[in-house]
Nanobody, 123 residues
Framework: QVQLVESGGGLVQAGGSLRLSCAAS????????MGWFRQAPGKEREFVAA????????YYADSVKGRFTISRDNAKNTVYLQMNSLKPEDMAVYYC????????????????WGQGTQVTVSS
């Protein structure tokens, strides 16, 4: 079992930055690929970014490529999402997730989920 707790969400003006963190506890964190997803009101949960267990491979949604960076610190059991140049369309609840696969980009490939953290972007 893996428990995930997100933090770092909040209110930011368009063009600003936020850094989300996801702290993991339970089974060996470094054995899991990690991902970030987001869900806006009335919309389906969508993929944002993913990172392999070693951190050597990353994937991004086209909508965030060049603005967001996913990283992980296996010594701290934490995955991060640095979000720059935020836009109003980035506003959503952001979830981190853990997968036993080497890397994953669809929600169904993830085994554990956090409760989410709200990101609000004002225009």
């Amino acid at each position: 079992q893996v428990q995930l707790v997100e933090s770092g969400g909040g209110l930011v003006q368009a063009g600003g930055s936020l850094r989300l963190s996801c702290a993991a506890s339970g089974r060996t964190f470094s054995s899991y690929a990690m991902g970030w997803f987001r869900q806006a009101p009335g919309k389906e949960r969508e993929f944002v970014a993913a990172i392999s267990w070693s951190g050597g491979t990353t994937y991004y949604a086209d909508s965030v490529k060049g603005r967001f960076t996913i990283s992980r610190d296996n010594a701290k059991n934490t995955v991060y999402l640095q979000m720059n140049s935020l836009k109003p369309e980035d506003m959503a609840v952001y979830y981190c997730a853990a997968s036993i696969l080497s890397i994953a980009i669809t929600p169904g490939e993830y085994d554990y989920w956090g409760q989410g953290t709200q990101v609000t972007v004002s225009s």
